[in-house]
């Protein structure tokens, strides 16, 4: 069902993107299921896009950046899916934390991970309301413009 | 209890501010009560407190930044208020992340954060005791000089 | 089991350090065992090395940052080791937060965050497979050059 909805949003998952470090993508503890870093790599390539590189507003605008986010949003639910299966055996999002690649006087980091936010409320309605941090980083792995964190619950049957 | 202890302080559990972007302010999942990232927004004001923006100490300075702490651990306060309805069924506080707005040169972070980590101590006792992580962020949302990001847990009975 | 492997690896578990601010260094909640921000203090000193302060790459190499790292790892399993008594008790590390002190133009921050990523491996093997994010710091509490976060799981037996 949450894949149906992300084809009617005119999106599939992809193959999870390899993790750019020595660690693993997902981990489950309990109904917790914690997700790495996310930036928006596309379809497991090891290379950001160009346009994702760089500092918000100056270098990649605010459009892009929420697209970026929302790019993160997806690979984490590769990320999900790899480790149980089935997206729809998730309850709920429980927390997302937003990296903005940006300089010192940025404040509009809210409607940039309005991107990620935004997109998991169209995709998981209810369910998909989450708590949220959203701060300004002076630098990310690879030069990302955004690095999202989540942190999920699995239904309680499964 | 708790609330008295609060007024005892000087303060009260205000109405709780909204969010600044497309979330929720507070979720529970098990005993865990997650809290979204709070910065010193006054009594469901959305605009900051000119006094609260910018950077510490050039902008903002140690007391004010330490003030601003303070503040964001009353809007903790509030959400939870509103999720559970009685403050007194909070367990502890688990952990709390402190971001500072900050220059490149700055190293008191501890002494920002100490602001909310000794109100906790002071409204809860033993129960505020909690873990933390603080770090300087570039820039933070709405210029805010710092946000700080809570985790609790609920007593187990309720 | 686990002190016997860091003994062959040239580590031993030192006494942990103190907090540098009003708060905790661990605490458990339910399985789940939460570690306050580890910064490389060495042996319980109050005063970082000067090698470990500083911007990466230009103050602090790439080197001498991956060492300190692996020291927030030390002080991380010191504090652990407090409060289960047995490192063995741990049933592996769930999350590991890296903050890297760095300039705007760093992309390597996954480099540095190896450096506590590959001994997390090399002491706890499977166990030892971690979810992590790794972000730039303006700045760290000390100035010290990175500053980790740890959240890790123990046996259900216990």
Redesign the interface.
Known sequence: MIEEKLASLGFSIPQAPR?????????R????I????QIPLIENSITLPEKYIG?IPDTVSIELGKEAAKICVINCLSHIKSLLGDLDLLE?V????G?VN??????????I??GA??FL?EIFGEKG???????????????SAV?I?F?C?VKSEK
Do not use: M, Q, W
């Open positions: 993790p750019v470090g020595s660690y693993v993508p997902v981990i503890s309990g109904r917790l914690f997700v790495s870093g500092k709920r429980i927390k997302l934390t990296y940006c300089g010192p006087d940025f404040t509009e980091h809210p409607k991970i309005n936010s935004d409320l309301k989450h708590t949220r941090v959203a701060i300004g980083a002076i630098s990310l792995p690879l030069g690095e964190d942190l619950e």
